[in-house]
């Protein structure tokens, strides 16, 4: 049982270059999300998926795309990497309504020069 | 607008007591959760307030007061490795969907 998986671990980027972060969980959980924590500020919902199929904005969704492209992955996308973008991205996923637990992935820490 | 506010450092020495205070300011308010993060680790889950009143799990503990808006983590018999990032999250609906608000963290040293 891995829980929460995510690929690459690192990666750095040139503006303007585009890139896929790649997530996936074991726990047959229907929501997925995806976070964004910078030196600071905690963390903040980029986009989330409440079931397969459906996809939401979060706080800060300018920039990025994604695609839930089954129950077990939620794919994060910059289509044009830009130096704001420079952070450390975390995946999760939950069972809610049936608990509101949050389990993170390792994390992808992503540079943009 | 929400916000919440937590000290952003506390340090400690061993085996002493430590509180961290969590104040939010949400619509919606369904509840508050704790999480720890180590130095380049992920968030891992500590607790979740949806009712007022005392949680307690092995040596950390985790208060709400709703109509106070406040809330805190209480850590007992302090080891070296409790030192880390202890996030408030707010669990509100707000904007159209549930969401996990996070607090900026408090930093935990703990000391020999």
């Known amino acids: 049982n891995a829980g929460v998986t995510q690929t690459p671990k690192f990666q750095v980027l040139k503006t303007g270059q585009s890139m896929t972060l790649q997530c996936a969980q074991d726990?047959?959980?229907?929501?997925m999300y995806w976070y964004r924590q910078d030196p600071g500020m905690g963390l903040r919902l980029i986009y989330y998926s409440a079931s397969e199929g459906t996809t939401d904005k979060g706080e800060v969704p300018n920039g990025y795309n994604v695609s839930r492209l089954n129950k077990r992955e939620f794919s994060l996308r910059l289509e044009s990497a830009a130096p704001s973008q420079t952070s450390v991205y975390f995946c999760?996923?939950?069972?809610?309504?049936?608990?509101?637990?949050?389990?993170f992935g390792p994390g992808t820490r992503l540079t943009v020069t | 607008g929400q916000s919440l506010e937590q000290p952003s450092e506390v340090t400690a020495v061993e085996g002493a007591i430590v509180q961290i205070n969590c104040t939010y300011q949400?619509?919606?308010?369904?509840?508050l959760s704790w999480y720890q993060q180590h130095d380049g680790g992920a968030p891992t889950f500590l607790s979740y307030?949806?009712?007022?009143g005392l949680e307690e799990t092995g040596r950390f503990s985790s208060f709400l007061s709703r109509s106070d808006s406040y809330g805190y983590l209480l850590l007992q018999e302090l080891q070296m490795k409790d030192s880390a990032s202890y996030f408030c999250a707010v669990r509100a609906f707000s904007g159209g969907y549930n969401k996990l608000i996070f607090g900026a963290g408090t930093r935990l040293a703990v000391h020999p």
């Open positions: 726990m047959n959980h229907n929501s």
């Open positions: 999760a996923s939950s069972e809610e309504p049936v608990s509101y637990e949050q389990y």
């Open positions: 949400t619509s919606g308010f369904y509840g």
């Open positions: 307030n949806a009712l007022d």
